[in-house]
């Protein structure tokens, strides 16, 4: 079995992090800013001193080939190197920089695989300052056009294909031509599971599906002394009732359901009158889609009956719906397999979060590896993983591609 | 029976709602405001015409007194005419009003009676340009001194004693110098219940006490996606839960029991984000100061409970408590008995708003009579009672000032 260098690996994660650091000890690289270009530039130096041809293609996805013995179709492996604001230093980076680090371990060790390899950076993954994320991925499976992305505006008002431009990425390589045999994508868990089952490895085998609602309930403001408890249209209390039965959803299905109401607001927000209106978002993930429809059809039973209960009006509008993503067995099993030869724990698991490999999955055999993050903090300088983890990831990460690059 | 003139007192109801009414069809009158200073002029004008000796207080109550038979301890009654933004022509204005009419109606039918009369209308009952709200007769029955209250800074900065200066009402009486043998205070219900009933008088026999608290619920910011629903530890989840609870708290106490939660907020207030912190207000209310303490006993009890539940801490603060207030049954007995010789329909009730009356209630025997509001509306323009309940609330004020005027 081959073995990354650990040390370098944290070397090029530290140097890479320096670019767009802020005081309080978080990054901070959006998409385009010059922090970007920065980090751009270093990631396609890096890539030419290690021998890899650097494309760039027309939404600034980066990619960095390293010859095959053959011309089948090549590996990819990789991730992102935008960040949000106050970002850690690992989340995409890892992947990237592991990828690099995976070739010059095979360089040094002077070893050829049969297939290329190709090491990727995709644009526009955070979706911080350009919505959607994994915008550089969407387009290069053909969900997003060029010119869809490049007319769309930031949240600062300027627009994607002058910023492109102003940062010299607006490459010449069509999105999509080059077609992977596989992809892979190595990332930091971003959740808790690994660092507290102490287990090192993640075999990614799905992106959980997402759907975002927004509920509106509407009753009658009433002063909150002189009306009856049975006289009341109390927006809020129902409000309070489905907040409430969300939980319960996500217990009855049980698995990988996930319910969450992250905001909420009453009107008038008065202490003593009877909100008139509540509106709050849902948040439902699932790696089933079917069970994903089954969460949302009990949301909507439940309203139904608060409805009816409190004299309120509701109406639940759906602002996203992403459907869930299975990963490709060759590339799971690859990845098991080379955490099995290395001597690693591993754990099949979802991914509660999106990635680039979920739009990379619509057209090509994709996986995932996921590594611990401690105590599940990410998008947040707090966010840490123990070098030696970071190391076993990138091992994992090395064979398998090794793996993948080997097959017929 | 005497009966007063429903069409007079229409007519200075409109007058002085003409004094700071707005496009939108309401009436802004703030304590110390040029429109109160206006509308205070217009009541002492009418005092004075109908014969009434007119004293100012040094926080501006002011009191139009009718000689009696005796020098015997006078009756007083009235209300407000001071008015929050926008609100309706009759909240206050229309027990002070109704009081005048009274009086004219003894004059035109040259009725004395055995105690003296003195029509009151406290200053800053709705709290809104100064807090304290009902801050007059607090200060008239020693709850408040002179010099605090001149001290209070109104939201716009502006401090009472200035205000009152300016407007001219920084009267010499000392406040409580007429001490009343009752208090009687005709209002409309500003709730919606006599109004559904169709019962044109509710005699009240109490003002609910008022609990205030704010509750501050700390969990732990997570990924909504990735973080498993038995790690969770959801602030926004335990605020719902206790929002819920405040309805069963009411049901099962039954009887008065308020409970209402009117603002609440999430913090980070994200869609894809577990909330950290949820901060609510509760108000409860009850006729019964025990009822009301084992209101606050049960809340606090669920929120034990649910911060064992959901691994989340929380803090009860209490903003305000107001102790419930029972009026007098001699008050009361004359105002029931007033209805009853008019041949109107009456029930006993409880006030779950405000009003002078609860704070005379410290020093003197007090009672009310509410009148329906329609739909219970209030604070607004569309606030209305129809002339006919006007006039019958009138004269059952008028009657039961009569009996207890002609009391030893």
Redesign the interface.
Same mark, same amino acid.
């Given at each position: 079995m081959l073995n990354i260098n650990s040390t370098r690996l944290t070397q090029r994660l530290d140097e890479l992090g320096r670019i767009g650091a802020d005081e309080g000890g978080g990054v901070t690289r959006l998409t385009f800013s010059n922090a970007d270009k920065e980090g751009r530039d270093l990631l396609v130096r890096w890539m030419r001193e290690l021998g890899l041809t650097v494309q760039i293609d027309r939404v600034g996805n980066i990619f960095g080939t390293r010859r095959g013995e053959t011309d089948q179709q090549p590996i990819m492996f990789g991730s992102h190197i935008d960040s949000v604001k106050a970002a850690g230093k690992l989340d995409g980076c890892y992947g990237v920089l592991a990828a690099l680090e995976c070739i010059e371990t095979l360089n040094e060790q002077n070893v050829q695989t049969k297939r290329p390899l190709v090491v990727a950076a995709f644009t526009n993954e955070e979706g911080v300052r350009f919505t959607p994320g994994m915008l550089g991925s969407a387009v290069y499976v053909g969900d997003l056009s060029v010119d869809d992305a490049w007319n769309l505006r930031g949240f600062d008002g300027s627009r994607f294909g002058d910023e492109i431009q102003h940062v010299g990425y607006d490459g010449t390589m069509e999105p999509g031509a080059i077609q992977p045999f596989a992809y892979l994508e190595l990332h930091i868990?971003?959740?808790?599971?690994l660092d507290?089952k102490r287990v090192p490895i993640g075999a990614v085998d799905a992106v959980?599906g997402?759907t975002?609602l927004e509920v509106t309930v509407s009753g009658a403001a009433?002063?909150?002394?002189?009306?009856?408890?049975d006289?009341r249209h109390?927006a809020?209390?129902a409000?309070?009732?489905i907040?409430?039965h969300? /939980?319960e959803i996500?217990?009855r299905l049980g698995g990988h359901? /996930?319910?969450?109401?992250?905001?909420?607001?009453?009107l008038p927000?008065?202490?003593?009158?009877?909100?008139s209106k509540a509106v709050f978002?849902v948040?439902i /993930?699932n790696s089933d889609g079917e069970d994903l429809k089954r969460a949302e059809a009990m949301l909507v039973e439940f309203v139904q009956k608060v409805e009816a209960e409190d004299g309120v009006s509701i109406e639940v509008r759906a602002?996203e719906h992403v459907l869930p993503v299975q990963f490709h067995p060759m590339v799971i099993e690859a990845v098991e397999k080379s955490a099995r030869e290395m001597g690693l724990n591993q754990i099949r698991m979802v991914?509660?979060?999106?990635h680039d490999a979920q739009l990379m999955a619509h057209k090509f055999p994709s996986a995932m590896i996921f590594v611990p993050s401690r105590e599940?903090i990410?998008?947040s300088p707090k966010e840490f993983t123990p070098p030696d983890d970071l190391a076993n990831g990138a091992n994992v990460l090395l064979n398998a591609v090794m793996e993948l690059a080997s097959h017929e």
């Open positions: 868990e971003q959740g808790p599971l507290l959980v997402i975002w009433n002063h909150a002394g002189t009306t009856p408890m006289m109390d809020g209390l409000a309070a009732k907040v409430t969300l /939980r996500a217990t359901q /996930r319910a969450t109401c992250g905001m909420i607001q009453f927000n008065a202490i003593n009158v009877i909100p978002t948040d /993930r602002l991914s509660g979060a999106g599940g990410s998008h």
